[in-house]
């Protein structure tokens, strides 16, 4: 599972930026309603308005510096952003009529981030902050005269009741996109978080396998060493036994396999990508992962197509990786004694691999289990982590495994690798 370092962004960020969208929607209506009132010939104090949209401005400012920086911001940083909003709306309510100016709703936006976007004492805070300033303003504004205007039938109207109207109904579209937007912001951190969570649960799942499997290459080099010996020391008594002898030479070269599995376990851990393999063209590449199937399966027939295309990049060889795809002609063998087709094509993008044997099938039930860590679909006893290690190994090069049945018979193994995170360039270095 791939977690793109743009996806970590802190929520208390994407707040901000909804926060100076917001102040810049309300920097527009209060501008847009001053001038209303200017064209009709309200008189207001035009200074103080003046400072307090300044003010916002020069917050809004402020905040996109902060955002250009690629920082992140934390609860505290945006606390005090929506505290300078309070105070500059109540800079401008307390020279433009004070708690009967139409324009006091606008309290309520700051509130409503802070309820949705901080913590309950941050949010409790802000909101007493405004209780209080609303409070003052009832005893403490400068008055405007009780004004009226005429609508196209002649009728008069009161401007604070046709203000309150267009404050309900612009707080209420504001209210609906920014509090939506931020609920939705704080679903997909809480998916990341839990994204996080379950890669870490595999993390710790493959380190599990890890140590198990250092643990037997440890406990199981004694035993292939004494295999070995007395393979070799059989090797001389059925001398004149050619066919005792050929199967015997089977079981040498799966007991060297075993040791060389083993050997690569211990050599290669720890180890980074640059030193952990040599450098081959894929096409190359392609017929020793090949090649060493056969020599431990050499019952089965494999027929390999491998496209024709000139491009052949240099990739890393690493073990694993030839692990993984031997890993999946075994299961196919498995299902497909007899026979399996092998096909490789590539671009300059993308390997694409496919391997198909003849067998029954999987059904829906073991298809949906299948790369579940233990899970094993096979007749005879089996460890079920071959398809699990593959898909690991496989994300690990950003490619896909997907498992389905042949529209004819059998099964069809489909593998995606991006040419990117395998090729390297003439210097050596991915």
């Known amino acids: 599972m791939k977690i793109s370092l743009q996806n970590l962004e802190s929520p208390s960020r994407r707040n901000l930026q909804r926060l100076f969208l917001l102040r810049s929607v309300m920097i527009a209506f209060m501008l847009a309603a001053t001038l209303a009132l200017f064209y009709l010939h309200i008189p207001l104090p035009k200074y103080p308005i003046a400072f307090a949209v300044s003010g916002m401005l020069l917050l809004n400012l402020v905040t996109l510096l902060r955002l250009n920086r690629h920082t992140n911001t934390n609860d505290k940083e945006l606390l005090l952003q929506l505290l300078g909003d309070l105070l500059a709306l109540t800079v401008l309510f307390y ?152 199967q015997l030479e089977i079981l040498r070269t799966q007991i060297n396999r075993c040791k060389e599995i083993l050997s690569s376990i211990t050599r290669n851990a720890g180890q980074n990508r640059a030193d952990a393999g040599q450098g081959l063209a894929l096409r190359e590449f392609l017929h020793e992962v090949i090649q060493r199937w056969r020599d431990t399966r050499p019952a089965t027939e494999l027929t390999v197509s491998l496209c024709e295309s000139t491009h052949d990049p240099l990739i890393f060889t690493d073990r694993s990786l030839i692990q993984a795809l031997q890993n999946l002609l075994d299961n196919a063998a498995d299902a497909s004694p007899d026979q399996i087709l092998f096909n490789a094509e590539w671009n300059q993008t993308n390997l694409n691999i496919s391997i198909r044997d003849f067998g029954s099938g999987i059904s829906e039930d073991i298809q949906k289990q299948l790369g579940k860590p233990f899970f094993t679909s096979k007749r005879e006893k089996g460890m079920g982590l071959g398809v699990y290690l593959t898909q690991m190994t496989l994300a690990r090069f950003g490619g896909e495994l997907n498992l389905s049945n042949h529209p004819e018979s059998g099964v069809l193994t489909l593998v995606t690798l991006p040419l990117k995170n395998l090729s390297i360039d003439q210097s050596g270095v991915r």
């Not at 209780?131 to 008069?156: E, K, N, Q, W």
């Open 95 to 246: 020279y433009t009529g004070g708690y009967s100016n139409p324009l006091v709703w606008m309290y309520l936006l700051p509130l409503t981030v802070a309820a949705v976007a901080l913590k309950r004492a941050y949010a409790w805070l802000l909101a007493t902050a405004a209780i209080g300033c609303y409070s003052l303003l009832v005893f403490y504004y400068v008055p405007l005269s009780h004004l009226h205007m005429h609508d196209i039938a002649g009728r008069t109207l009161d401007i604070h009741l046709v203000g309150m109207w267009i404050g309900f109904v612009v707080s209420a579209g504001i209210i609906a996109f920014f509090v939506t937007r931020i609920g939705q912001s704080l679903r997909e951190y809480d998916q990341l978080m839990a994204s996080i969570r379950e890669q870490s649960l595999e993390s710790e799942r493959v380190l599990s396998l890890g140590t198990l499997a250092a643990s037997a290459a440890h406990e199981l080099g004694t035993p292939l060493s004494t295999m070995a010996v007395v393979s070799k020391e059989l090797a001389h008594d059925l001398a004149k036994q050619p066919e005792q002898l050929q």
